[in-house]
């Protein structure tokens, strides 16, 4: 059965979707095909219509996900107003939801290690999205540096890794509370 463009485009998105949410839950390489597309309702024969590969369906998902990130970021940098937004952005993520739903959550924290060792269009599309990252957060202080908000970047990025990977509840609580503190917000 022929689908039509429109319903096409509609399946290619849902499909961008789902696997954004599971490679970030999981890893690129603890996802399969055929289970992005049965989370979509799609038959695994339908992705090559789609997609050239896994690796391609891979870079869109992380460039999705962090095209998202920046749009939540200049929410906040907004809803913050001038002066505040870099504290307003760390605090809305250094935590708990951030850290406890990785589905959801930044794909810079999840996608990091793939696209080291993956390379090519994942590595462009995680460091594209990163870049956009930093100029918001460089934009949201009227004082901040390309290298403060470099630093603020690996600060934030390197909290929430180390917190979602100790196994340890409290030890991961003190992670984020110690990095909000070195940032400047309210433990």
Not at 12 to 21: M, P
Not at 141 to 161: E, I, T, W
């Amino acid at each position: 059965m022929k689908v039509s463009r429109d319903q096409a485009a509609r399946n290619r998105e849902k499909v961008i979707d789902a696997a954004s949410r599971l490679f970030r839950a999981r890893g690129v390489e603890g996802v399969g095909i055929g289970e992005v597309m049965r989370e979509c309702g799609l038959t695994h024969g339908g992705f090559y219509n789609q997609f050239e590969s896994k690796e391609a369906l891979a870079a869109e998902a992380c460039a999705a996900s962090l095209a998202a990130s920046a749009l939540r970021w200049r929410a906040v940098m907004e809803a913050a107003g001038e002066g505040d937004a870099p504290a307003a952005i760390a605090g809305n993520y250094l935590n708990a939801r951030n850290r406890d739903a990785p589905e959801t959550g930044c794909a810079l924290i999840a996608l990091g290690p793939d696209a080291a060792r993956r390379g090519g269009d994942l590595a462009e599309a995680f460091r594209n999205g990163f870049e956009e990252l930093t100029a918001i957060l460089e934009q949201a202080g009227p004082d901040l540096s390309r290298q403060d908000a470099l630093a603020r970047m690996a600060q934030m990025v390197g909290a929430m890794v180390l917190a979602r990977g100790v196994g340890d509840p409290a030890l991961s609580d003190e992670i984020l509370a110690a990095a909000r503190r070195a940032l400047g917000l309210s433990a």
